[in-house]
Every structure is written in C-alpha cells, then in structure tokens.
C-alpha cells in the first residue's frame, strides 16, 4: 500500500508541455468533417446482412420453432436456431480475468425452451439483403406458452416466487460490517430511516450496436465492431467453439458506450453467421434492437438507517441495497458490491453494516452503467444526508462538513486511500459557485441541491488489472503509439498521443495512436471502470519513459553532457545552458537507429493486486483509489405544471492532473446532462417485464433545451494514482449530479420524492400530499 | 426500380433505387458517403440531417424518389478541399464533439441555423438543436461551437 497523500507537501515543480493543455484531439477532425469510419460504416464484397428474431413475451416456454418457411426464401442464406448450435453458452463474466473463478452467469445464446426476458433472441438470419431478412423473421413460426414469471425483487425473494434460473432468484450478497452498529445506535440522539428507489436506465448511445464478421484464409473469425471491450474474444471463441486465437475484433471509433458496449452484444451472432456461411455478415441493431438487446442499469432500492448526534456526528449507518439484476446475471454482482462500497459515501462511518442483494427477475437483464452502483449508491446516502440535517435541524454543509472522510482516514472497507481527499473543498467551492439564489415568482419557486460523492476509478483490484502500450520512435522524429485500449468517445487514444508527447518532446502533429485490434496492438484491458487513462495511460508513460531513457543516454554522449541535462522538446534535443548542443529529435533517432538502440518499448502496467475483500466483513482493499466531488444544482418547480427546469449546475472535481482540461470539461458537462436525465425524465419502464419505452421519442434523453451551462471548477491535487497524478472522472461527472437535482427539488417544494425520476406528475402529486 | 436524379455535394448522380428507399439509404448505402449516420428509427435523434435545396432535413423522413432534382449537401460536401467549413472547424476548436456520431448532423443543422439567424444567439442555438441529440458532451461546447462557427460564418 502506498503512503497516504499528504496534502501540504510540496507539489513537485512539474513543467509540463503537452499534458495538461486543452488540446484539439486527436479524433476531432475526422469526426468534424464525417471522414471517421465507424463500426457500421464498413461493408464487403458478398457481404450478407443479418437479423435477429426476438421474443415477444419476457416469460414463456418455446413449444414450438418452425423456420422452414424463412430458409426457403430465395436469398436467405442461413437461419439459426438453438437447435443449430452445439451445447455452448454465452459467457457474462468480466474479461481478462487471471486465476479468478467465474460466477456461474453463463447465458444461452437462443432461446432453447425457457424464455426469461422480453427481447431474448429465438432465432438468426443471415439474407442477401435487409429486406429479405425482415421477410424471412416474418415467415418463422413459433407459439410461446406464457411461463410464470416474477417482475421485482421483493416478490423474487419471497418464497414460491417463481424461479428465474437455477434454484433461487439470489443472485449475489455482499455485506460490510465494521465497527459497533448496535453501539453506534445506542449512542445516536436520533435515528432516520428512508427508502430510496431508482429506476431502469438506457444508455442510449447515439450509435447503436453494429458489427461487420469475415472467416479469413487463416480460419479467424474476424469481427469489426463498435465495443468498449475488445477482449471479449475468448469469451467470443468459446461460445462458437474455436481456439482463442482464432477470434479477432477489431474496434473502430466507438459512438458512445457509458457501459452500454461493456457486455458482447452482436459478436456472438456475427461470428455464428459468418461462420456457418464462410462469407462476411453485417448486423446493426435498430434502436428498438438495441432498447430491448443491451442490459440496463440497476434499479435499486436503497434503505438507510442513519443514527446521528444532535452535533450532526453520525454515529451509526445500517444500509439495505436491493438491486434488480432482470434475467440474466451479467455484471450484478460486482455492481453491487461498488453499490456496498460505497454505501456511505464520502463520510467516515465507524459503526457501519451493510446488506446488499441482487435478485433475478423477468425483467431485462442489468448490467454495467456509467456509475456502476456507486451512482445508485449517491442517489440515497446524499439525498439522506440532507433528510438527516432537516431531522436534526441543521443546515445541509455542516452536517457534511462535521462527517467528511479525510484523507489518510478510512473507507467503508477499512482502506486508507493513497491520494488527497479534497471533498469538503469541492462541495464548499461548488455551493458559493451557485452565486445569488435566483428569486421566487408567482407558482415558481427555487430550491437548491448539493451532493458529494467518492467513486473509484480502476477496476477492483481483486481481479488483478493489467493494460499494455507500446511506444516507438521512427527515422523521421514521429512517434507511434500502440494500445488495445478502446477510444469510446472521451479521447482516450488523444490521451495517449499525449502523454507520449509529453515525455518523448515532440509535438502532437507528429505522433499517430494506432488502437482497438485485438490481434495486433497490445492488450490494453477494457475502456470501463474509468480506468482507460489511468491504467493505459501508466502504461504508454512508462513505455514512453523507456524509449526516452534510452534516447536520452545517447544524446548525453553525443552532447558529452550528463543525461540529466538533456533536453527534449518541441521535436529538438539540446544540452541545458548549452546552445551549441543541439540536433533535431529526428536525427537523434537516426543516430539510435544505425546503431541498433532500441527505438520502441513495450511496457506492462499493472494495478495493485490484492485478494478479495473479507467475506463477512468486507475489510480490505477493494480499489487503487477514488475521486472526490461535488456538484450542486438549482432548480425552478413550477407548482402548477410540477415542471423541474435546472437552472444552474456546478461540478467542482478533484481530477487530480488534467492531461487535456478540454476533454475533463467535456465529461463533466455530458455527466451532467445524463446526471439531469436520471434525475428528471429518463425511465426504461417494464410492465410485467415488457419494454413500454423502446424508442428515443418515449424514452426522454434531454435536449439542448434542458440542460443549463455547467459550469465545470477543475482542481488538481496531483495526487492521483495515473499518469502525472491525474484521476478518473468518466464515471465520477455523472454520480453526484442526480442527488443533487433530488435534494434541490425537495428543498424547493419541501416534500421529498424518494424514487427516481421527479416526473412533473410525482412533483404535483407531492404537492397536493397524494402518495 | 424509379430512377433519382439529384446533386450531391456538386456532382450529378443518378441512381435505381425502391420507391420506399430513404434518401439516408440512398446516400450511405449506394452512394458510400457515411458520413451521414442514422441513431434511431424514429426520427428523433437528428443524426442524419443533410441539406436539401439549403434546408436542413433529416434523411431519415424524406424518401430518396422525393429529393428527385434536388440538390443535397452531405457533410462531405461542406468542406472546401482541405479547408474545413468555418462550423467544422469551430466544432474541432471548441470541443463541440466527443463520440462524434451526432456530429455531422449537429453540424448540418447548425450550419443551417446560421444561414437563417444573422444575429444567433445562445438560445436560438439550443431551440435550433432541439431536433438533434447528444449523448456525451450536454451541448455545452456544441452551443459554444456553433456560435463561434456562425461568427466565422459571418466573416
């Protein structure tokens, strides 16, 4: 474990070039001028397009299956069916793990007999053209017996509730316990007791799910597909029943993820079809395909149970998490457990406990979303922690200020995080921020909202996380960079390109990120967990430091100075308070080259590894470390319409060290327009398991009309566990935006809404006291 | 199969194509410029929107035989050579563009937006791009970038 930041050190005097500058990315251009070819935008020669037929019910038995009709048509190449397939599985594991057991999550790939969910595939077609695949799912035949199904948690944990798969709908159980509860308690001048709820969410990504397979003249399944994880291909190869090194995917630019792209989505069908065919297969979800063929995030139901002083110390912190994990299980165990992690949030709780349960339901299945639980979790213990100052009649920040986690103090599970905990800063900076409260009028009022968060960034370190990148210098002074990390619209290839820069000394223009193929580049991890930069890019430094070194030395001898004293920058090298040492960045290479000095380096990044946390505890090191924040909001409540307008949003973040401010700003301010979106309007809603929301016109992503300018309060504490001392702040924009929204409209109307999302018929209802 | 023919950025073409083809099908598909994307069937995502006879349209509500003798502009066809259109190059300046996808069509209609309000201002943006969403940046340098592009515009 490293020492824990000590905020009043000196910060190294660090002088820096590249990182930390608002660049133009890397990706810009292209994308500007529409030249960026994305996954969907590729085709080939007597390239077949394929679909998939889906279930109409999201519980029933498959008594019958007749594709005959659908094969005889002229230009359907292929149908499949589960009966086609050998008795393989569909893994739903997390990828790249080493020497870990796999949770039993294993999904079929067609619908064999049990149906669990609205939208499980029954059947693929692979057709000459788009037209003759629709044709042909219109010609399969199937009855489907409605089967018994259970549609929320609490039903799905009661006994006689009908069983999703295997022998009981539990799906996972985490517990934290830590401290004296019970004494924490009898020590508390109150107790407050809520339930929170959130609801399903979709990405909703503007690009849906597409991909394009070939059969190579190698026997490789080769698939170019918009993913956040390229190494999805052992998992891929399995499930066709092929060597892993038969499965190569290559990514392309991807047009959005936030979690939505972290499961395999059309890869398994792509890489049957093309198989079964020998000819390339091209399949791209409709936005109904994808609304119904990616899973959501979790709903939660969150209760909390805060025992607190009349000096607002909380003493004790009893929290029960229920998450919806739908049919298949996919990643909800290790959401919930960042939901049991982060339970408390950013205070230090002595006596804490923690139950946390996922249950399998008919729903669809949940799985990764931007927040991954840690947003669930922020949702109630900020919104709590505002119902606590008003039961003991103390304002909102001092109740924060008096519980704040410090830095060098302990997490809910007992690990001292190694970086600056500046969440008081934040939330402070962000609250004056707000400026002069905008004044009521007429059946408008105003309220205003605070939340504070910690969210990890990098995966758990249980699973023992590596990424890979390679650094090379050619003849001509350029650089190359060479990671499979996946560019999911953040810039995380731009980032590369400038750590690299910045240590090798030369300028953006001159450096090209080759990215995403899971063959050729090194393997970089996936692009989830806010861990793209943090870990690939520690590794394109370290790689980078190398080929520097060695670069360095040779011009130290060139020069007859000490290395020390090399100066690399602006695609120049040069002797310090030398002028006449100098040559130009490319003739160093040259001269490396002749001699055979290693141009390129290749290097290994990997987090801390640890065992798994304590089971009945949850004591240990769950992640390397946390980012810290805050966002406060002001809204405006009509009381007639019960209409929430935002009016101002503020995010102040620790991000540690900016390596492009211009993409910080740009995450922050997308987090807080899907931060507003979970808050206010988006809700996937299942009635009885079927989807009654499956396109963007009933599913309400908000517009440029509805979002406000975020203003975005950057500081950098340099204290991070990335490159440079940079944080994550993927997941963390978006975390403490919707509480925030929740605790100003509650402080407009002074009634709470306790589940997700203030609709404007809940505000009203609230208004008039109907429940 | 009735026969189109229309000009795309500049050039005549004239193409078969099924009376219920869109002209988005007919321009990514036959015609290879995808730089036009589709985000959703329903029309609401704005990811598609071309210029037809100087009007900004999404090319997923108009079929390929109604833009018969029309001249269309892709967002392949707004740059001048390698001089990007001032509004390509105020969303590469301002960070107006994280994934991308809804880029071109954000630029389309922006450029549009400009052409038809000599004195845009903030809200005009944001009621202009109603029709086009995003999912990565919350507009806020989409905003910024169309109102530096439709000063450049001006220039």
């Known amino acids: 474990m490293s020492a824990p930041f000590d905020p009043n050190r000196n910060l190294a005097n660090v002088s820096l070039r590249h990182v930390g500058k608002p660049l133009v990315r890397t990706d810009a251009p292209g994308k500007a001028t529409g030249r960026t070819p994305y996954a969907g935008d590729y085709v080939m020669p007597g390239m077949l397009h394929a679909k998939v037929l889906r279930s109409p019910m999201p519980s029933a038995r498959l008594v019958r299956l007749d594709v005959s009709k659908a094969r005889a048509l002229e230009g359907v190449a292929l149908v499949l069916t589960a009966r086609d397939l050998p008795d393989r599985l569909a893994p739903t594991d997390i990828p790249g793990q080493t020497g870990q057991t796999r949770l039993k999550t294993d999904q079929q790939i067609l619908v064999r007999e049990r149906v669990r969910y609205h939208g499980e595939p029954l059947a693929l077609i692979a057709a000459e053209s788009v037209d003759v695949a629709e044709k042909a799912m219109s010609l399969i035949d199937y009855d489907l017996e409605p089967w018994p199904g259970v549609f929320d948690p609490e039903s799905a944990m009661r006994p006689g509730a009908p069983v999703v798969q295997g022998t009981d709908n539990i799906v996972a159980r985490h517990a934290i316990g830590k401290g004296d509860i019970d004494a924490g308690f009898a020590a508390a001048d109150m107790v407050v007791e809520r339930t929170y709820r959130t609801q399903f969410i979709e990405h909703a990504f503007l690009e849906p799910e597409v991909g394009l397979a070939w059969v190579d003249e190698n026997d490789v399944v080769n698939i170019r597909v918009s993913t956040q994880v390229i190494e999805h291909f052992r998992f891929i190869a399995d499930a066709i029943g092929v060597p892993h090194n038969k499965v190569r995917i290559m990514g392309a630019l991807v047009g959005g993820g936030f979690g939505g792209k972290e499961d395999i989505t059309v890869e398994i069908y792509l890489a049957l079809l093309a198989k079964h065919t020998g000819r390339p297969v091209r399949l791209e979800f409709t936005r109904e395909d994808s609304f119904v063929g990616h899973g959501k995030r979790h709903p939660f139901i969150l209760t909390y149970k805060t025992g607190v002083k009349r000096n607002g110390k909380i003493t004790a912190l009893d929290v029960r998490l229920v998450s919806d994990a739908g049919a298949y299980v996919f990643l909800s165990p290790y959401v919930l457990l960042y939901g049991a992690i982060a339970a408390p949030g950013p205070y230090l709780i002595e006596n804490l406990k923690v139950d946390a349960v996922s249950v399998a339901t008919n729903n669809m299945y949940t799985s990764a979303f931007r927040g991954f639980g840690s947003a669930q979790a922020c949702v109630a213990y900020e919104q709590q922690m505002d119902e606590v100052a008003q039961a003991i009649g103390i304002d909102r920040l001092d109740l924060r200020r008096r519980n704040y986690l410090k830095t060098g103090e302990p997490t809910a599970t007992g690990y001292r995080v190694p970086s600056a905990v500046w969440t008081e800063r934040c939330a402070d900076i962000a609250w004056q921020a707000l400026g002069e409260k905008t004044p009521a009028k007429g059946a408008i009022r105003i309220g205003r909202g605070l939340a504070a968060y910690q969210q990890s960034y990098g995966r758990l370190t249980f699973l023992h996380d590596t990424s890979e990148a390679w650094v090379g210098v050619e003849v001509d002074g350029t650089v190359i960079v060479r990671s499979g990390v996946t560019d999911i619209g953040a810039g995380q290839a731009s980032a590369l390109a400038q750590i690299a820069i910045e240590v090798l000394g030369v300028n953006m223009e001159n450096v090209v990120v080759y990215n995403s193929d899971s063959a050729v580049t090194p393997l970089a991890g996936t692009t989830t967990a806010t861990r793209a930069l943090y870990m690939t890019g520690n590794a394109a430094r370290v790689a980078a430091e190398a080929v520097r070194g060695r670069l360095v030395a040779r011009a130290a001898k060139a020069f007859g100075v000490p290395v020390d004293d090399v100066v690399l920058a602006d695609n120049k090298v040069s002797a310090l308070d030398r002028p006449d040492k100098a040559m130009s960045f490319a003739d160093l290479v040259r001269l490396c080259a002749t001699e055979g000095i290693q141009r390129s380096e290749l290097a290994m990044f990997r987090a801390p590894f640890t065992d798994r946390l304590d089971p009945a505890t949850g004591q240990g090191q769950a992640f390397a470390d946390f980012t810290y924040g805050a966002h406060a909001i002001e809204v405006a409540v009509d009381t007639e319409t019960g209409e929430v307008t935002v009016l101002k949003s503020v995010a102040c973040h620790d991000v540690g060290q900016c390596i492009n401010p211009a993409a910080v700003e740009g995450q922050i301010e997308g987090g807080a327009a899907q931060g507003q979106g979970y808050a206010l309007s988006e809700e996937m809603i299942y009635r009885e398991g079927r989807l009654m929301t499956p396109s963007l016109s009933e599913y309400l992503i908000p517009t440029a009309m509805d979002v406000p300018v975020v203003k975005s309060i950057i500081l950098e504490s340099r204290s991070g566990v990335g490159p440079f001392g940079a944080k994550g702040i993927g997941e963390p924009a978006l975390t403490p935006v919707a509480p925030a929204i929740a605790n100003a409209v509650a402080d407009a109307i002074g009634r709470r809404i306790h589940d997700l999302p203030i609709t404007p018929e809940k505000v009203v209802r609230a208004l008039h006291g109907i429940d | ?155």
């Not at chain 2, 995502?45 to 003798?69: M, P, W």
């Not at chain 2, 549009?112 to 940046?137: F, I, M, S």
């Open chain 2, 1 to 155: 199969m009735p026969t189109v023919n229309l000009t795309v950025n500049g050039k005549a073409v004239s193409a078969n194509v099924e009376a219920r083809t869109l002209l988005v099908n007919l321009l990514r598909e036959q015609l290879g410029l995808t730089g036009t994307h589709v985000g959703c069937d329903t029309s609401q995502c704005g990811a598609c929107v071309v210029h037809v006879d100087g009007k900004s349209v999404k090319a997923c509500t108009l079929l390929a035989v109604q833009a018969n003798g029309s001249k269309v502009t892709t967002i392949e066809g707004l740059a001048s050579g390698d001089k990007l259109h001032p509004m390509q190059e105020a969303f590469r300046e301002h960070h107006g563009l994280q994934c991308g996808f809804c880029t071109p069509g954000m630029v389309m209609s922006a450029v549009c937006l400009a052409q038809n309000h000599p004195n845009l201002t903030e809200k005009d943006v944001r009621e202009g791009l109603e029709g086009n969403l995003c999912r990565c940046t919350g507009y806020h340098n989409i905003v910024q970038a169309v109102l530096a592009g439709a000063q450049a515009m001006r220039r």
